[in-house]
């Protein structure tokens, strides 16, 4: 069996899937304001983002901790200290059929997120937080090629506004708006073995307009990528471990009632970090973690991700 093989077997390894607002599950300090996050969740699909399974099912549950202590507006300076934490439960679902479209592999996916958020100050104490069923993501259309030194794919998704909003309110676990996402996902093999890769995911968010609010928030653009070593750590185990790093961008300024068009306030996230992977491919099963710590934002929160996935295919 080749590396190839083993890679393709992997039900982790390209699993491509968004996630929900941040800003939607409580980290808009004020949800009369425009959000200050996109959609996406950066850093999900930073490893192996070009390599789709085989045909058949993939299920995998994720846990991730996004935690935050700053808050940095344009300028980079720290003005406020508050502890945001988000937690979420990811039930993911991904079918590759047989079906071949423009000498691709095609496939659809659903997450359905579970989330619990805080906020808290240090003089005020708890000020926001809620929980459960939060903002769902689709992806009806995704196209996945296999090149012998590159695993490509693009497809189009959408997250829709199932979690819980109300305007104004505290414990807003949803984001109030649709979002349309194309996305592609490329990796890259370095080595003719195959075990050192370069991977790149880009998705784009075309927000509508915020139920009850009006408010428009800017369209964003996202990034990921990672720098992967695999190893064999014993017969029929693979180990993948490597450096990981993500951005998010918002291109267009946020527009609606109560947004001021002289003073627009566009967020920027990067992050730097680690990813390890450990692979069954007899089983077609696989763990594994991300870390990041986030650096430079602006108009943002600022902290740092912990993800952890368990995955099998069917």
Not at 36 to 64: D, W
Not at 112 to 138: R, V
């Amino acid at each position: 069996m080749t590396l190839n093989r083993r890679l393709t077997m992997s039900p982790m390894f390209g699993l491509e899937l968004g996630l929900l607002l941040l800003a939607g599950t409580g980290l808009c300090l004020a949800q009369a304001l425009p959000p200050v996050r996109g959609a996406y969740t950066p850093g999900f699909n930073a490893t192996n983002s070009g390599v789709m399974p085989e045909p058949g099912l993939t299920y995998a549950n994720i846990f991730m901790d996004y935690s935050f202590d700053q808050f940095r507006p344009a300028s980079g300076s720290i003005v406020a200290q508050r502890n945001a934490a988000v937690f979420i439960d990811i039930n993911a679902f991904e079918w590759v059929t047989k079906k071949k479209i423009l000498g691709a592999n095609y496939a659809l996916a659903a997450l359905l997120p579970f989330s619990n958020s805080s906020i808290s100050s240090p003089t005020l104490g708890a000020i926001g937080g809620g929980g459960g069923f939060s903002d769902s993501f689709y992806q009806p259309l995704t196209l996945g090629w296999h090149f012998k030194r590159a695993d490509i794919q693009v497809a189009y998704g959408f997250f829709a506004p199932t979690g819980r909003f109300t305007a104004g309110a505290t414990n807003n676990i949803g984001t109030g708006h649709w979002t349309n996402s194309p996305t592609a996902g490329e990796t890259f093999y370095l080595t003719e073995n195959k075990r050192t890769l370069f991977s790149a995911y880009q998705l784009y968010e075309f927000h509508a307009t915020q139920q009850r609010t009006n408010i428009h928030p800017g369209q964003t653009f996202n990034l990921d990528y990672s720098l992967m070593q695999i190893l064999p750590a014993r017969e029929d185990v693979l180990l993948q471990f490597g450096l990981i790093g993500y951005g998010q961008w918002q291109t267009s300024n946020n527009s609606g009632p109560g947004v001021d068009p002289a003073s627009p306030a566009s967020y920027r996230v990067n992050a730097i970090g680690g990813a390890a992977n450990v692979v069954l491919p007899a089983r077609k099963a696989s763990v594994g973690f991300k870390l990041s710590k986030e650096f430079s934002n602006s108009s943002t929160v600022q902290g740092y991700s912990l993800q952890i996935v368990g995955s099998i295919s069917f």
